[in-house]
């Protein structure tokens, strides 16, 4: 499926069913090494927090 549940829980930064290997972005080369976090912040809309998994634009632009 494609709901969250499918890929991460709510457990920790670990995601037990998550593969970015298998993902639309993969990490390599110095993304490997770059922090969870750093990518997958903490997101408050109408006063509901949650942590932005999945993006729209993988462009090198949207980060850099």
């Known amino acids: 499926g494609s709901g969250c549940l499918s890929c991460h ?3 920790d930064w670990s995601p037990s069913r ?3 290997d ?3 972005f993969k990490l390599d ?3 490997r ?6 990518c ?3 997101v408050t809309r109408s006063g509901i ?3 932005k998994y999945k993006f ?3 462009s090198c632009e949207s980060c850099h």
């Open 49 to 51: 927090s949650y942590t």
């Open 18 to 20: 998550f593969d970015h």
């Open 33 to 38: 090494d770059v922090a969870c976090a750093k």
């Open 9 to 11: 829980g709510y457990e």
């Open 22 to 24: 298998r993902a639309a």
């Open 40 to 42: 997958h912040i903490p």
């Open 29 to 31: 080369g110095k993304h």
């Open 56 to 58: 729209e634009d993988y």
